[in-house]
């Protein structure tokens, strides 16, 4: 190289060009620079132009895919490293599914509160309804991977005292727990009967409860009143 610049007379011209790519080494130095922020690869090109502007092509190719070639094989190792710890630790999975979790139960929350015009917290069917409408609504029950076709269903799950009105917060669980494997409307449909069978309990246990009170009121006022008896 250097003969060849000696021979053309550009190394007494122009002195950079046998500093940057005098020699093989020189050369690779200057390159090695260029991409790692020793020199500005504009200060290392502008010598080529002295010899030909033919060679300012391969020149720009080789900075273009050395760096950007060698971004995207580091973000990826990176990417891949990062992925195996959180396989292999438990915590980070763990946390990352609750943070997971935290930010779905927000997006979902928002975007139903709108509905909550009179600030109590709950949503009606009809509400909930003319949500299934709105293509923001749609759109984020499809980002997280929900089934909008289940969500009228899950809404009656929940509704248990068909009262027409639920809260926004249990509507909002009520859907995320679609997620996965306990996505099924069988499981929600369990869930309803429990919840209807729970509700079923209940009334009896106050039924039971009011009768044994009149029994003892009615023991209470036959003890105090011996001889109303009639033999």
Known sequence: VH????????????????????????????????????????????PLVHISRVYIIPYIMFIILTVFGLLNILTAVFVEKTSNISRVDPELVIQESLMDEAKSVKQLMTVLGEADTDGTGTITKAEFEAKLQDPRFTAQMQLLDLNILEAQGVFLVLDHDKSGEIEIEQLVYGLLRMKGNARSMD?????????RLMTKVKLLEQTLDANFKDIRVALA???????AFKY
């Open 221 to 227: 006022t036959q003890s105090s009143h011996p001889f």
């Open 187 to 195: 499981m929600n449909t369990l869930l309803l009967d429990t919840k």
């Open 3 to 46: 003969s060849a610049l000696e021979t053309r007379g550009l190394a007494s011209q122009h002195p950079e060009l046998l500093q940057f790519y005098g020699t093989l080494p020189d050369t690779m130095l200057s390159l090695f620079m260029a991409i790692s922020g020793g020199a500005d690869w504009r200060d290392l090109a502008e």
